[in-house]
T-cell receptor
Framework: GAGVSQSPRYKVAKRGQDVALRCDPISGHVSLFWYQQALGQGPEFLTY????????KSGLPSDRFFAERPEGSVSTLKIQRTQQEDSAVYLCASSPLTSGRGTDTQYFGPGTRLTVL | GNSVTQMEGPVTLSEEAFLTINCTYTATGYPSLFWYVQYPGEGLQLLLKATKADDKGSNKGFEATYRKETTSFHLEKGSVQVSDSAVYFCALIGTGGFKTIFGAGTRLFVKA
């Protein structure tokens, strides 16, 4: 079946522009995660949704970052007034939450590479 | 806070050599531990996991044992193949949580 998809795959923005990154999780998956991966580093947690509820947004680096999942399926990560330090790969992952715990397997999308000039 | 430290790469091995990638963690309670792999041009995928002390996770010839006494979760494989060339990430989720903490990754090159 279809995996997690993300769009666009590549995005170039001028400093100060707003961007929106989309994630389509695997159908029926309850949990959805966003991560930021800088070049040569491991992914860093940004935020977590269970259905439409955003249960943890402790990793969002500033109030310029905003994520939503209004119908419990597709999610959008929005970055306002982009800065050069926002350049990274943004990864989305979904999980079925069958155990009710965080240890269910997460399925990752291919990521969106954001470059801010 | 919780953290993961893994050995720096790159690691370069010849085919059929033994692989160890060290990973240690800092966490309160009983975290769950994971190894993820990212093959060239592909997305991140779960390789194996262990959810309690002394558990051994295994997959595709790789294995790692959750050692609470040494707070470690080292990845091993007895005989690597060229196709194992990838970046490997150690990770944890804290007790009762959903937030995954990743290490910086270790790049493995396997030569024929």
């Amino acid at each position: 079946g279809a995996g997690v998809s993300q769009s666009p795959r590549y995005k170039v923005a001028k400093r100060g522009q707003d961007v929106a990154l989309r994630c389509d999780p695997i159908s029926g998956h309850v949990s959805l995660f966003w991560y930021q991966q800088a070049l040569g580093q491991g992914p860093e947690f940004l935020t977590y949704f269970q259905n439409e509820a955003q249960l943890d947004k402790s990793g969002l680096p500033s109030d310029r970052f905003f994520a939503e999942r209004p119908e419990g399926s597709v999610s959008t990560l929005k970055i306002q007034r982009t800065q050069q330090e926002d350049s990274a790969v943004y990864l989305c992952a979904s999980s079925p939450l069958t155990s009710g715990r965080g240890t269910d397997t997460q399925y990752f999308g291919p990521g969106t590479r954001l470059t801010v000039l | 806070g919780n953290s993961v430290t893994q050995m720096e790469g790159p690691v370069t091995l010849s085919e059929e050599a033994f692989l160890t990638i060290n990973c240690t963690y800092t966490a309160t309670g009983y975290p769950s531990l994971f190894w993820y792999v990212q093959y060239p041009g592909e997305g991140l995928q779960l390789l194996l996991k262990a959810t309690k002390a002394d558990d051994k996770g295994s997959n595709k010839g790789f294995e790692a044992t959750y050692r609470k006494e040494t707070t470690s979760f080292h990845l091993e494989k007895g005989s690597v193949q060229v196709s194992d060339s990838a970046v490997y990430f150690c990770a944890l989720i804290g007790t009762g949580g959903f937030k995954t903490i990743f290490g910086a990754g270790t790049r493995l090159f396997v030569k024929a």
